[in-house]
């Protein structure tokens, strides 16, 4: 475990941490775009989902997970 997987893993570990990452996964990884959305709408969207994840996945390693 590094020190910014474990800075991220104190940081997002608390009641406040799971509250902000979860609204975060709301308005990212959960959000649909309609059968209209710009191209630049979708690669804005996937880029903040891409950060999002690394976010969990920085999370999950600070707390052990093998993933």
């Known amino acids: ?9 104190k940081t997002f570990s608390g009641v ?5 990452l979860a609204h975060l ?3 990212t990884i959960e959000r649909a775009l ?4 710009t ?18 996945t920085l999370v999950s390693r600070g707390r052990g997970d093998k993933s």
């Open 39 to 56: 191209e630049s709408e979708l690669r804005s969207l996937e880029s903040q989902r891409m950060l999002v994840h690394q976010i969990e």
């Open 16 to 20: 406040l941490g799971q509250r902000v």
């Open 1 to 9: 475990m590094t020190d910014i997987e474990l800075a991220y893993t």
């Open 25 to 27: 996964r709301q308005i």
């Open 34 to 37: 309609g059968a209209n959305a």
